[in-house]
């Protein structure tokens, strides 16, 4: 593994009986790269991540998440990662303030840290008015920049957004974008998975997964010349086909 990358997979694969989820996948992320991982539903995407997280033990190949093997020290990986999936890992039941603090503890965080954190997320999201309502009662909007915050309470290297965009409308995708590029300008390494093309050229480098494999990966300018394309929706079709 490179010491700027912050992710490195060489032959990545899970099996599930005689049906192949991830084929032989090899790729790179660089520290504080955004990195789009496209594909229909059903390419083997979230497969793929719970591999890199540490959720699922790979059937063969090898692999590294912020320098820990992903077959020995998923434990130590799970404490270098966010992870944020599309249904955005919130108790709807507990508040703003309480989702915060129940995330800080679970992450090991200490209690003076988790005061800090917690005044910070609130501060920064503009939630004070709204920091003892149910996270139930939310807009969507506000529901997924809350989880991307909590995903990133710990501060660590690597923020994995599974689909986060999923369902939401156009204006507020763009918003969430918005955060993603902060988040990466303070050196936090982005690794997101959206089936939206649309949503590819926001990223540094895409890949793009076909029936468990990576048939393209490169810059998004990169691939539409490649493919003739001009848009990052030919250049999947063209794939997908």
Known sequence: MENNDAIHVEKLTKKFGDFTAVNQISFSVGKGEIFGFLGANGAGKTTAIKMLIGLSKPSGGKGQTAGYDLFTETEKVKKKIGYMSQKFSLYEDLTVYENIRFFGGIYGLSRAVIDTKSREI????????????????????????????????????????????????????????????????????????????????????????????????????????????????????????
């Open 122 to 241: 609130i501060s920064d999201l503009n939630l004070q008015s709204i920091r003892n309502s149910l996270v139930g009662s939310l807009p969507l909007g506000w529901k997924q920049r809350l989880a991307f915050a909590i995903a990133m309470v710990h501060d660590p290297d690597i923020i994995f957004l599974d689909e986060p965009t999923g369902g939401v409308d156009p204006a507020v995708r763009r918003q969430f974008w918005e955060s993603i590029y902060a988040a990466s300008e303070k050196g936090r390494t982005i690794f997101v998975t959206t089936h939206y093309m649309d949503e590819a050229e926001y990223c540094d480098r895409v890949s793009i997964m076909v029936a468990g494999e990576i048939k393209a990966l490169d810059t998004p300018d990169a691939l539409k010349q490649q493919f003739n394309a001009v848009s990052m929706d030919e250049v999947f079709l063209k794939l997908a086909r």
